[in-house]
Nanobody, 125 residues
Framework: QVDLVESGGGSVQAGGSLRLSCQASRYTYSNYCMGWFRQAPGKEREGVAAIDGYGTTTYADSMKGRFTISRDNTKNILSLEMNSLKPEDTAMYYC???????????????????WGQGTQVTVSS
């Protein structure tokens, strides 16, 4: 019941920045868990960041201090600001949401009930 569409991916040099966006096309955002996870070829999915129904944010250790998750309920947009990008950040990034959860951390992102089609992020050295 939650449609999510990611955008903003692309290619960037190491040390650069990108801003990913996730548009909720059918329902407006409310107080439930949303987040981002990523997957690189040949690797397991990895939680990136999460924001719960109260606005509390959590990040994977390797993303702390570099990535920022936020949402604009008026515009129905979830964002992920990525700074100081590294080649190791290269992956497909997915927006995810779960209306049944109000409190969550980044480790729960992979178990959310809905996710988008993904947007590719490539970081070159």
């Amino acid at each position: 019941q939650v449609d999510l569409v990611e955008s903003g991916g692309g290619s960037v040099q190491a040390g650069g920045s990108l801003r990913l966006s996730c548009q909720a096309s059918r329902y407006t955002y409310s107080n439930y868990c949303m987040g981002w996870f990523r997957q690189a070829p040949g690797k397991e999915r990895e939680g990136v960041a999460a924001i719960d129904g109260y606005g509390t944010t959590t990040y994977a250790d390797s993303m702390k201090g570099r990535f920022t998750i936020s949402r604009d309920n008026t515009k129905n947009i979830l964002s992920l600001e990525m700074n100081s990008l590294k080649p190791e950040d290269t992956a497909m990034y997915y927006c995810a949401a779960d209306p049944s959860l109000w409190e969550c951390g980044v480790e729960r992102t992979l178990r959310f009930g809905y996710w988008g089609q993904g947007t590719q992020v490539t970081v070159s050295s």
